[in-house]
């Protein structure tokens, strides 16, 4: 029992003072210093543009709606919802006959397992095996992002 009384109290003295540092870096605002070039004489507040034009930003699904919307009528269509799926079955059917084989849906799977299949042998072997994994890319820095400050080491 003192157990859950030990725990209870170290998890409350914990809440409180995680709290009391949240509040306590929250008070403090961080100036940082105007950009070099940009000394500006005291008083003399910077002219701000007669009209600022508003963006605005469409959200994900709007985008979405307008990929679909291929003749702009603010509607989509069963035959503009099923555009995609057309295309990508187009490309499957390598014989055109409108009907999907088995060979025709597995074609780039047969493609890669032929690719690394180096010996002809017909099975995999963990090296070959290995050569089939997904290459991912690592993700990249956003280009909009600055470079570290020298001083941030």
Known sequence: MWRYLVGGAAALALGLA?????????????????PPGAAAAPGDTPA?????????????EERRFDRYDKDRDDGVTREEYLGTRRKAFARLD??????????????KTTTKFA?????????????????????????????????????EG
């Open 18 to 34: 995680g709290m009391f540092l949240f509040e306590g870096s929250a008070s403090q605002e961080t100036v940082l210093p105007p």
């Open 48 to 60: 701000l543009p007669d009209r600022v034009a508003e963006a605005t930003p469409k959200t994900r």
């Open 94 to 107: 390598s014989d055109g006959d409108g009907r999907l084989s088995f060979d025709e849906w597995a074609a």
């Open 115 to 151: 690719a690394a299949d180096r010996d002809r042998s017909a099975v995999l072997n963990r090296a070959e095996f290995a050569t089939t994994a997904v290459k991912r890319k690592a993700p990249s820095r956003a280009a909009n992002c600055p470079p570290p400050r020298e001083d």
